[in-house]
């Protein structure tokens, strides 16, 4: 995908970068801090200095609070991020710390819809119509020490207890582009005044809730890991006119599994610059015995490599899968992790 500054400055760094900027402009200031001191640096710009870490790649806060004073760090955070006082680490976190996650949102939503304005995301239409969103959970912070009212627990055997976020990713992708885009991150935390630990699947139904209400005319293939693999996480996606490949295995779906036997499925097989790809399918069987009236169609995928040898992969899908279309099915499910090529004709 070529951006040409001329026909699409507003997806330029600075551009997507001023718009931003403008988005957190519009969050309140508080007038003071818990403490009762007036706030001396804006929420913008703490916000927007806090984006220019990753963006500069500082490896952490200490890292940029120490970077202040180089002229070349100056004039990119006046330049690019448009922060007329930028905060010391120490400041950044207190003021950051009590921000909503929710209240950036709209900063997501923008940088969205400028994609869409600019025609990029037409190159990322895959199947069906519909883009491709890659969904997973990640790890953000984990601590034996350190805690907040909102973090996860892990109690341990030996007594101790390890204090830990995450939140659950998305982007569209294609596996013929490079770039991917992110939608806004859901949070996986305890709630206010909760006592139970959040899960990537809770926060998959949320993050669900947001993209309906925030793209309500972007048509969506999820694909998600095996965790994901259970009818009250996957029928809101169909009822709401989207589509899902999800991995599934043996462990998490013994159900699934155990119907399978003795079916005899169609074959496909495609050869890639040695590798061969055999490509097994089957549709319109019940994912679980919980649910019967819930079908889905199954893809099973064996790698042969040069060396001889094999990686096995295993996804369901509410799309109807045949020879013509089996390839994209596995490669879009695939695209998932970007590092790897195996489903790439071109590589």
């Known amino acids: 995908m070529s951006i040409h500054s001329t026909e699409k400055k507003h997806l330029s760094a600075n551009g997507m970068l001023r718009e931003v900027r403008a988005t957190f402009d519009d969050i309140p200031t508080l007038p003071k801090d818990p403490r009762g001191l007036k706030h001396a640096i804006s929420q913008a710009d703490c916000l927007m200095s806090g984006l220019s870490v990753f963006g500069l790649k500082f490896p952490s806060l200490l890292q940029f609070d120490n970077g202040l004073d180089d002229p070349v760090v100056k004039h990119n955070l006046r330049t690019l991020y448009r922060v007329k006082e930028a905060p010391s680490d120490t400041y950044m976190r207190e003021r950051l710390d009590t ?80 770039e991917v885009f992110p939608l806004c991150p859901e949070p996986i935390s305890k709630g206010d005044g909760s006592t139970k630990n959040d899960c990537e699947q ?21 694909t998600c890991d095996a965790l994901s693999a259970k009818v009250p996480y996957l029928r809101p996606v169909v009822e709401k006119g989207h589509h899902f490949i999800v991995g599934v295995n043996p462990t ?34 019940p994912l679980n015995n919980s649910h019967p009236d819930f079908e889905v169609n199954f893809v099973d995928c064996k790698v042969t490599n040069r060396r001889g040898k094999t990686s096995h992969f295993s996804w369901v899908t509410d799309i109807p899968v045949t020879k013509e279309n089996v390839f994209q099915i596995a490669r879009g499910s695939r695209a998932r992790w970007k590092i790897e090529n195996i489903m790439d004709p071109k590589n």
């Open 202 to 222: 809770n926060a998959f139904g949320r993050f669900f809730h947001h993209f309906c209400k925030e793209h309500p005319h972007l048509k969506a293939i999820f």
């Open 99 to 178: 921000l909503d996650p929710q209240s950036i949102r709209p900063a997501f939503v923008r940088i969205f819809a400028l994609i869409q304005r600019g025609k990029v995301i037409e190159d990322y239409v895959y199947l069906d119509g519909c883009v491709l969103i890659a969904c997973d959970g990640t790890g953000m912070f984990s601590s034996d020490a350190v805690h907040c009212g909102n973090c996860c627990e892990k109690h341990h055997k030996d007594g101790t207890i390890t204090y830990y976020h995450q939140m659950l990713s998305g982007v569209v992708l294609h596996p013929d582009q490079r």
């Open 252 to 285: 998490g779906n013994p159900s699934l599994f155990e119907w399978l036997k003795g079916v005899e499925m169609v074959t496909h097989k495609v050869t890639l610059r040695g590798e061969v790809l055999e490509l097994s399918f089957y549709n319109k069987i």
